[in-house]
């Protein structure tokens, strides 16, 4: 997969982690983070999210290093944060966790 197909994919994550999950961010800050995101953007933005980090977990689940690589690059390009595949399942499991509780 190339860069342009990865831009495209994974626009909405590039999204959320350059406003919500940048290097001004705290990690303790990341939850209130997450959940501002699910109170101010519309449902189709949430679910757009949702939609990718399922797409991101399949590149976790087969092991594709060489794709991570490319949304990790993509990631760092604005918000200087790294993601790597061993922290990606934590990353989708906190923004998911959160997401989905409307609590």
């Given at each position: 997969m190339n860069m342009i197909d990865?831009?495209?994919q994974f626009k909405?994550?590039?999204?959320f982690v350059d406003g919500y999950y940048n290097q001004s961010v705290d990690d303790h800050e990341?939850?209130?983070k997450?959940?501002?995101?699910?109170?101010e953007e519309p449902e189709s933005l949430i679910n757009a999210l949702r939609a990718e980090?399922?797409?991101l977990q399949k590149l976790i689940d087969n092991g594709d290093r060489e794709t991570f690589k490319?949304?990790?690059?993509?990631?760092?390009?604005?918000?200087l944060r790294y993601i790597e595949l061993e922290d990606g399942q934590a990353f989708i499991n906190r923004?998911?966790?959160?997401?989905?509780?409307?609590?």
């Open positions: 990865i831009e495209r909405t994550l590039k999204y990341f939850d209130d997450i959940r501002e995101f699910r109170d980090l399922a797409e490319k949304v990790e690059s993509l990631l760092h390009d604005n918000s923004v998911l966790r959160v997401l989905n509780n409307k609590s």
